[in-house]
């Protein structure tokens, strides 16, 4: 400042040196205290601010150049920015998301090179080029370099070979290296030489690449919560926060967008009317009285409104209304209404009503129960002109562009729904209106290529809906599903690889979805990966990059590829339990959607529609049972969830819509000939509700409960008049009285033989096996291995068998197993079981059921899980029958 004002007063001079290197890094709310301590420090001095002429001109074209807006605060943001390079050669633009800071540098770089394009006198404005990275989306090793532990050959990094290449160009260019990830204690250390006076990067092969001053380090993070003030001492900081910003800006840029056919003047003024008049009042609600079980930022909300809003009038989408809606299950499924074509009039008169559903499926879309039953009255109020469907409110009904502007019920999208008692009780997905409601918004975004979160507590259906809607869409909307679960273990590397196995190379450095489709990638439980020690998570901040910049960097080439046609889905249960929370950062470019519990009428719907179309083939007598079987089961159920909470004594106390579905299922199981009369299906029915609910119950005051509550229901609905504990908790249903080949689901109505078929199985067990078991079967032993046998009947049945040391859980298991004609798979624990012995075994369990489709029973100890990640593979075969990554290329080959 002194040399290029040396005759300016010192006082003056000092206030603007303060001002320029404190002002950027502070908060909006921190900025009056600081001009007052100033105005203290030095009384009556005024001190005129530069003019950045031709510097902030250009910035302001820049952002026109880019269809932004001119925001007077990202204006001086920016030449903050570029201010804080010139006397720094690390900088660091911190701030939560949304606050402009990737537009920031972006529009400074166009600013800077349009300058020299423009031959400016200034030698401080240079061209500009950057690359932009995320270092936690690799390890160290991919970041800065490593050696090969076993030939010593050194390969080079991501980070270290983009700024040997910058180092090389001898033009005065600007070469800006961006990193854009969480800052932590670990990776940042490395840069320390860089950011110090050296401006030297120290690589681990000993090598020392000298920088030069016509390049920076920029890095753009959330907060420097775990970086070390090592670091932070030696970087500019810039600050940039949402609120300086707002959310307005972004909707005039959208708004701007929007196509002139349908969307003329008068149209767009509408719409921002709505956004000016209504949707901040629903942000403060949501903020003020509600709770989101992901939590979510103002601007995200309106992102999201602004996508779906545009979504609602694609005519480019395969159906009118959602690939999963009964208009669409015809030879000819109804198309979208062309509303390009409509009367302007007409047009308008749908704005209003759409944007009403929109506001209601984003703003309210992420909230949870009880604060969607607030905001569905709130609604009505600021949108009193709206015709909601008979009888509901704004979440029960949609517009259906052919019938005006009157919106109309979910129930009239609901296909019928058709028993098939051959297809596989997994394979029954009983269509109801929060089905096609979820599946609606999703279709619309999808058909637009915009993200979609949804969560919700476990069990209610996420993944289920989800994957019947892409399978939907497989059919009719040429888009091409792809699956992934993330589990604990879950890696970067693993993400990438598995990503880009399932896209068509189309060039060199461009991945993509095959000609004329899109590819849906539904990323479950998105949220499991582990957290390392400094918060972050490199397979989300992987997917983060993806979603930022529509690409990633070759592992081995370091090349960037572009990826195109391909959109993520995410589905996830809320944080808690393993789960953990996401950075902003990365839900931000997600539409999320809060699914709430399934209601007892929809639960009376789908099992009721399951049930009475099994029963078809049964007696009149045992068909008119249905109704009450279903109704009791969920009364049971939902007083097992009010009452039978989860402690440290009991943690597996939880209950979910899958137990109910077990229920049904069991039902499931039996053939007409052998339930002959309503009493037989009524004690049928008790038996599978006492397997399900009953059998997880670990003391005589909760059996005692659970028998109490069930008899009432009996009495209430089945007219039972004689409940006798005795009688009914000795029902025992089973399969294993007759021949493997004859096998039957049945009640077992003699005791004796019930013991004598188990006591003949031991003997058989014992002669073709050295391992000698010699049980007695009493009571309890009877009744322990016909409940594994029944679980072991059923497709996915898998059992947690828990109780103390010597209680006979593996030799019952055992029995089971062989009772069923099972092979038993056990692994051998020794000292130096590996994670390597563990997917050798793995891989020889899954070769024998795939490979040789044989029928195996995996039998897992407490005892034999050393390392937690064994459960966490455990885990991803209970939920999707394999474990990620567990071949490599030449076992497939030899596989096929």
């Known amino acids: 400042l002194k040399r290029a004002d040396p005759d300016c007063v010192e006082s003056v001079l000092m206030i603007r040196a303060m001002r320029d290197s404190n002002v950027p890094k502070f908060l909006s709310q921190d900025l009056p205290l600081f001009f007052a301590i100033v105005n203290d420090l030095f009384p009556g001095i005024e001190v005129p601010y530069v003019d950045y002429g031709a510097l902030q001109v250009e910035i302001e074209l820049a952002l026109k150049k880019q269809n932004l807006q001119v925001q007077d605060r990202l204006v001086s943001k920016t030449i903050q920015l570029f201010e804080t390079f010139m006397v ?15 537009t920031d540098y972006k529009t400074l770089a166009i600013a800077l090179t349009q300058l020299r394009e423009d031959n400016s006198p200034d030698e401080r404005y240079q061209k500009t080029k950057y690359t932009c990275f995320n270092p936690k989306g690799i390890t160290m090793g991919e970041l800065y370099g490593e050696f090969n532990e076993l030939t010593q050959e050194w390969t080079d990094g991501l980070g270290s070979k983009i700024m040997r290449g910058f180092v090389t160009e001898e033009s005065p260019d600007y070469k800006w290296t961006i990193f854009d990830g969480p800052v932590d204690a670990i990776w940042i250390e490395n840069m320390n030489t860089v950011l110090d006076d050296n401006m030297t990067l120290c690589l681990a092969n000993g090598e020392r690449v000298k920088l030069n001053w016509s390049m920076r380090m920029l890095f753009e993070v959330e ?115 062309n509303v390009k074509t409509m009367d302007p009039a007409e047009f308008e008169k749908l704005l209003l009503p759409t944007f009403c559903f929109a506001f209601t499926w984003t703003v309210g879309g992420s909230c949870d129960v009880r604060t969607r039953k607030m905001f569905e009255r709130e609604v009505e109020n600021w949108f009193p002109t709206v015709s909601m469907p008979r009888n509901g409110g ?114 060199k450095t461009l991945l993509g979805a095959p000609v004329n489709k899109t590819i849906a990638i539904l990323v479950d439980d998105v949220n ?63 539409h999320v959607l809060c699914m709430p519990p399934t209601s007892e009428e929809a639960m009376q719907t789908i099992f009721g529609s399951i049930i009475g179309g099994f029963l078809t083939k049964f007696k009149p007598e045992i068909q008119s049972l249905s109704t009450p079987a279903v109704t009791g089961t969920i009364e049971l159920y939902t007083k097992c969830g009010d009452e039978l909470l989860p402690t440290p004594t009991r943690p597996h106390y939880t209950f979910n819509l899958r137990d109910v579905s077990k229920v049904f299922q069991g039902l499931l199981m039996v053939k007409p000939l052998h339930v002959q009369n309503a009493d037989s299906f ?69 005791p004796a033989k019930v013991q004598k078929q188990l006591e003949d199985a031991n003997d058989d067990y014992n002669l073709s096996h050295t391992a000698q078991m010699n049980l007695v079967f009493f009571t309890d032993c009877i009744a322990h291995v016909s409940r594994i046998a029944r679980i072991m009947r059923q497709p996915r049945g898998n059992a947690l068998l828990v109780g103390v040391g010597g209680s006979g859980r593996k030799s019952l298991a055992t029995l089971a197993t062989f009772v069923a004609d099972y092979e038993l798979f056990q692994i051998e624990i020794s000292k130096s079981y ?63």
């Not at 592992?555 to 789960?579: F, M, Q, S, Y």
């Not at 069930?710 to 089973?734: H, M, Q, T, Y």
């Open 88 to 102: 720094r050669f690390g900088v660091m633009l911190v701030g939560p998301t949304l606050g402009g800071k990737t």
């Open 223 to 337: 907060d420097l919560r775990v970086a070390s003030p090592a670091t932070v001492s030696r970087c500019g900081m810039v600050y940039l926060t949402p609120s300086d910003l707002g959310w307005m800006p972004y909707v005039r840029t959208w708004c701007a967008a929007l196509p002139e056919e349908p969307f003329g003047e008068k149209p767009k003024e509408l719409i921002l009317s709505f956004f000016e008049g209504i949707v901040q009042k629903g942000i403060d609600f949501i903020r003020k009285g509600g709770s989101e079980p992901v939590i979510t930022e103002d601007a995200q909300l309106v992102i999201s409104l602004c996508r779906l809003f545009e979504s609602l009038f694609n005519t480019e989408a395969a159906t009118a209304n959602s690939c999963a809606a009964k208009d669409a299950q015809t030879e000819a499924p109804l198309v979208p209404r």
């Open 394 to 507: 704004c979440y029960d009904g949609y517009v259906n562009f052919y019938e005006g502007p009157k919106w109309k019920n979910w129930t009239e999208l609901v296909p019928q729904f058709q028993f098939d008692d051959t297809m596989s009780y997994f394979q029954l997905l009983v269509p109801n209106p929060d089905t096609v409601r979820f599946s609606y918004v999703i279709d619309r975004m999808l058909s637009k290529q915009f993200s979609v979160f949804l969560t919700g507590n476990s069990g209610v259906g996420k993944s289920v809906n989800i994957s019947n809607l892409l399978e939907k869409m497989k059919e009719l909307a040429n888009l091409v599903p792809v699956f992934m679960t993330f589990s604990a273990q879950t890696k970067a590397y693993q993400t990438q690889l598995t990503i880009e196995s399932k896209l068509e190379k189309k060039r």
């Open 528 to 590: 499991m990966p582990l957290v390392e020690e400094y918060g972050a998570q490199p397979p989300i901040e992987l997917l983060r990059q993806f979603q930022d910049q529509r690409g990633f960097f070759d592992r081995k080439k370091h090349d960037w590829k572009d990826i195109e046609n391909v959109t993520l889905l995410l589905c996830a249960a809320p944080p808690g339990g393993g789960r953990n929370a996401m950075t902003a950062r990365f839900c931000r470019h997600s």
């Open 682 to 750: 009524t004690r049928l029915w008790f038996h599978e509700l006492s397997r399900v609910f009953c059998d997880r119950l670990i003391c005589d005051e909760d059996k005692g409960w659970f028998f109490k509550t069930a008899s009432e229901i009996l009495k209430a609905r089945f007219r039972i008049l004689d409940v006798d504990p005795g009688v009914w908790n000795a029902i025992n249903w089973c399969d294993y009285l007759r021949p493997i080949d004859s096998r039957v689901y049945e009640e077992a109505k003699d």
């Open 834 to 896: 590996s994670t390597a012995d563990w997917h050798d075994d793995l891989k020889r369990l899954l070769m024998r059921v795939g490979g040789n489709a044989k029928e195996v029973s995996f039998l897992l100890a407490d005892t034999q899980i050393p390392k937690e990640s064994f459960l966490e593979d455990t885990s991803s075969l209970l939920n999707n029958g394999e474990v990620p990554n567990l071949f490599n290329a030449e076992d497939r080959t030899q596989i096929l």
